[in-house]
């Protein structure tokens, strides 16, 4: 799913008359998309798009770029902290305490784990730090990835090669009044009851999975 998150105010709620609009705003999201035909992340597209490959596949990309430009990946090596001197970032001290220094450090990490995990608190603002630590990293979603012995054979389209009913959104749950109790639950901002699952399938789209 991607957009922006769902308003909580009536007139959301008027405009969302169709099951597949109050799926989207029940899961917290206001806009909602399927996946492109051919499985790859398209430019300038909006929608969600499944990594040809699959999503390790984007990591070994990333790494063979680097590599062409003549970058040193280092694996399993966990970064102890981010040294500091002078005020600047002048590399990196490793576990063990090996340091590589540099002219510049950047962090993937969140800004939690970099700024209170990886920096000393005393090198940086006090106010910044606060600032930091009120972000709030609350979730409204969790994203499980499964390893399935094949496709699901659903009685309604039955194969378990992948075909058209594995390339769309799946949601699982005991009937559309579920699904209009979790929406409005949203609208009320009130704690939801039962969740119910959005599926998809990364092997339902042939060139999406690793070798195909």
């Given at each position: 799913m991607s957009g922006s998150r769902a308003s909580n105010s009536s007139d959301t709620g008027d405009?969302?008359?169709?099951?597949?609009?109050?799926?989207?705003?029940?899961?917290?999201?206001?806009?909602?998309?399927?996946?492109?035909?051919?499985?790859?992340?398209?430019?300038?597209?909006?929608r969600l798009?499944?990594?040809?490959?699959?999503?390790?596949?984007?990591?070994?990309?990333?790494?063979?770029?680097c590599e062409s430009y003549g970058v040193d990946i280092f694996l399993d090596t966990p970064v102890d902290h981010v040294a500091v001197k002078g005020g600047r970032a002048v590399g990196v001290v490793i576990r063990?305490?090996?340091e590589y220094a540099s002219k510049l450090v950047v962090s993937s990490a969140d800004p939690n784990v970099t700024f209170n995990g990886l920096v000393a608190e005393n090198v940086l603002p006090a106010?910044?730090?606060?600032?930091?630590?009120?972000?709030?990293y609350d979730s409204a979603s969790v994203k499980i990835n499964l390893a399935l012995s094949e496709l699901p054979d659903f009685t309604a389209c039955p194969g378990v090669i992948a075909g058209p009913q594995h390339r769309g959104t799946i949601h699982i749950c005991p009937d559309l009044q579920f699904i209009e109790s979790a929406y409005a639950d949203s609208l009320m901002?009130?704690?939801?009851g039962p969740q119910f699952w959005n599926v998809r399938f990364q092997r339902g789209r042939s060139d999406s999975r690793p070798g195909g």
């Amino acid at each position: 799913m991607s957009g922006s998150r769902a308003s909580n105010s009536s007139d959301t709620g008027d405009r969302c008359d169709h099951w597949r609009q109050r799926v989207a705003i029940a899961s917290g999201h206001s806009l909602h998309s399927v996946p492109p035909r051919d499985g790859r992340m398209q430019r300038r597209s909006r929608r969600l798009g499944l990594h040809a490959g699959g999503m390790g596949a984007l990591s070994q990309s990333l790494a063979a770029a680097c590599e062409s430009y003549g970058v040193d990946i280092f694996l399993d090596t966990p970064v102890d902290h981010v040294a500091v001197k002078g005020g600047r970032a002048v590399g990196v001290v490793i576990r063990g305490g090996r340091e590589y220094a540099s002219k510049l450090v950047v962090s993937s990490a969140d800004p939690n784990v970099t700024f209170n995990g990886l920096v000393a608190e005393n090198v940086l603002p006090a106010s910044f730090v606060r600032n930091i630590r009120r972000i709030n990293y609350d979730s409204a979603s969790v994203k499980i990835n499964l390893a399935l012995s094949e496709l699901p054979d659903f009685t309604a389209c039955p194969g378990v090669i992948a075909g058209p009913q594995h390339r769309g959104t799946i949601h699982i749950c005991p009937d559309l009044q579920f699904i209009e109790s979790a929406y409005a639950d949203s609208l009320m901002a009130a704690r939801a009851g039962p969740q119910f699952w959005n599926v998809r399938f990364q092997r339902g789209r042939s060139d999406s999975r690793p070798g195909g």
